[in-house]
């Protein structure tokens, strides 16, 4: 069975960081492209970052130059790291694994990150 648990949400102001992390089942893990979606309240849910099993990565605009993504192969862990984040970057936060680049067949279950002005 395939698990993506996430950690890391919580409450900063503007211009904070934050790091959230994604713990994967090893089976995926070395195998699949890994990315992190958001569904911000009344809107869609939206592709934030992905990166392949050989470490391409790929950013929506409104996030370029904040936020990084990484994976630790050794730990089966696929982290996000937003810097100057923004009100308008809070929402639900969610892992996933599969095909690049949407890498979106499976999902964790949600970590909520909320920026405050």
């Known amino acids: 069975q395939v698990q993506l648990v996430e950690s890391g949400g919580g409450l900063v102001q503007a211009g904070g960081s934050l790091r959230l992390s994604c713990a994967a089942s090893?089976?995926?893990?070395?195998?699949?492209?890994m990315g992190w979606y958001r569904q911000a309240p009344g809107k869609q849910r939206e592709l934030v970052a992905a990166i392949s099993s050989g470490a391409t990565t790929a950013y929506a605009d409104s996030v370029k130059g904040r936020f990084t993504i990484s994976r630790d192969h050794a730990k089966n862990t696929v982290f996000l790291q937003m810097n100057s984040l923004k009100p308008e970057d809070t929402a639900v936060y969610y892992c996933?694994?599969?095909?690049?680049?949407?890498?979106?067949?499976?999902w964790g279950q949600g970590t909520q990150v909320t920026v405050s002005s």
């Open positions: 090893g089976t995926i893990f070395s195998t699949k492209a």
């Open positions: 996933t694994a599969g095909t690049w680049m949407r890498a979106n067949d499976y």
